[in-house]
Nanobody, 127 residues
Framework: QVHLVESGGGLVQPGGSLRLSCTYS????????IGWFRQAPGKEREGVSC????????YYADSEKDRFSISSDKAKNTVYLQMNSLKPEDTGVYYC????????????????????WGQGTRVTVSS
């Protein structure tokens, strides 16, 4: 069983930055994909960024690719999402998810429902 815990959310002004962390409780095998998803108020959940745990390949949604950066620290069992130049439309609950035997594109475009989800961390971008 993979257990995921997100942290790092909060209130930030437009143009500001936040770094979200996703810590996983068991050994993630090399064939896992780990991703970040956002659910804005009144909207469906959408993929933000995903990373292949073994290769380091990444995928970003078009609106995030120039502002967000995903990375992993295997020694700390953590995947990060660095978010810069935040906009009010980035507001929402951010979830970390993991699944195996898929691709970063399939995961982030939600062509499948990841098998493991965290509880989410709330990000509010407002002045």
């Amino acid at each position: 069983q993979v257990h995921l815990v997100e942290s790092g959310g909060g209130l930030v002004q437009p143009g500001g930055s936040l770094r979200l962390s996703c810590t996983y409780s068991r050994f993630i095998l090399d064939h896992y994909i780990i991703g970040w998803f956002r659910q804005a108020p009144g909207k469906e959940r959408e993929g933000v960024s995903c990373i292949d745990y073994k290769s380091g390949n990444t995928y970003y949604a078009d609106s995030e690719k120039d502002r967000f950066s995903i990375s992993s620290d295997k020694a700390k069992n953590t995947v990060y999402l660095q978010m810069n130049s935040l906009k009010p439309e980035d507001t929402g609950v951010y979830y970390c998810a993991a699944d195996e035997h898929t691709t970063v594109r399939a995961m982030c475009r939600m062509l499948l429902d990841p098998g493991y989800w965290g509880q989410g961390t709330r990000v509010t971008v407002s002045s």
